[in-house]
């Protein structure tokens, strides 16, 4: 797999990758956080790990551009291959967004940023469900 995000990013940045470390956090698809030594200098490489119709890079790439299309944040998706013949395996590169896993620090927050937090999420949520899809159905 290493060689195979070396490619990718030479390919996409035409950049030589300095680090590469495994995330094993999540629940679907092989992520990677990469170091490269051009801008963007850290990037999140995602592998489909499901060949599921109803899991796969393509549906989360749309969602992805759907949040941010109605200002919801979501990561930048720097570049996209999806083979249709699905004879190699598809990536996504994101931004590495800056922060903290919330899972990682909710047990030591106090009750007024847990309620902040919560509201906030509540207020995103929102937003979300206010989106208006052309067709009821799966994606």
Not at 21 to 36: D, Q
Not at 55 to 74: H, M, S, T, V
């Amino acid at each position: 797999m290493e060689q195979r995000i070396f490619e990718i990013v030479k390919k996409e940045f035409e950049a030589n990758v300095l680090e590469i470390k495994r995330i094993i956090e999540g629940y679907s698809h092989y992520m990677y956080e990469v170091k490269t030594d051009k801008s963007p200098e850290i990037i999140i490489i995602r592998f489909s790990n499901n060949i599921k119709n109803t899991c796969n890079l393509g549906k989360e790439k749309y969602i992805i551009d759907l949040l941010r299309q109605n200002n919801i944040p979501a990561p930048r998706i720097l570049a996209f291959y999806f083979p249709k013949d699905k004879k190699e395996e598809g990536y996504m590169i994101l931004e590495k967004i800056k922060g903290i896993r919330l899972d990682t620090i909710w047990n030591s927050l106090d009750k007024e940023e847990k309620r902040k937090i919560t509201k906030k999420i509540g207020e995103f949520l929102s937003k979300i469900h206010q989106i208006k899809l052309k067709e009821f159905g799966a994606i």
